[in-house]
């Protein structure tokens, strides 16, 4: 990897007082995919925010990412809520 950043996953939206917790922006650059990065970028996301106080953590993710979907529910993720974003208007 040479020091580079190949794998992210982003908290973007966290309160303390519902505690909740949103990761989202989970990105692996393509020369990389398919080695589990996605799952171990979010598997220690989400340990984190545990760690940090969140009560529940849930997972941004496009319904038709299918590769994302099951990496995400290995890791015991599962479909709770579909919604549908957009401009307002």
């Known amino acids: 990897m040479d020091g580079r950043?190949?794998?992210v996953a982003e908290n973007g939206i966290r309160s303390a007082e519902e505690g909740i917790a949103v990761i989202q922006?989970?990105?692996v650059e393509p020369a990389w995919r398919g080695r589990g990065l996605a799952r171990a970028?979010?598997?220690a996301l989400t340990a984190r925010l545990f760690r940090a106080g969140a009560r529940d953590v849930v997972l941004d993710v496009r319904a038709e990412n299918e590769?994302?979907?099951?990496?995400?529910?290995r890791l015991g993720y599962r479909?709770?809520?579909r919604f549908l974003g957009g401009p307002a208007g």
């Open 5 to 7: 950043l190949v794998a």
């Open 25 to 27: 922006g989970v990105y």
């Open 41 to 43: 970028a979010t598997a």
């Open 67 to 73: 590769a994302a979907r099951a990496a995400y529910e």
């Open 79 to 81: 479909d709770h809520v």
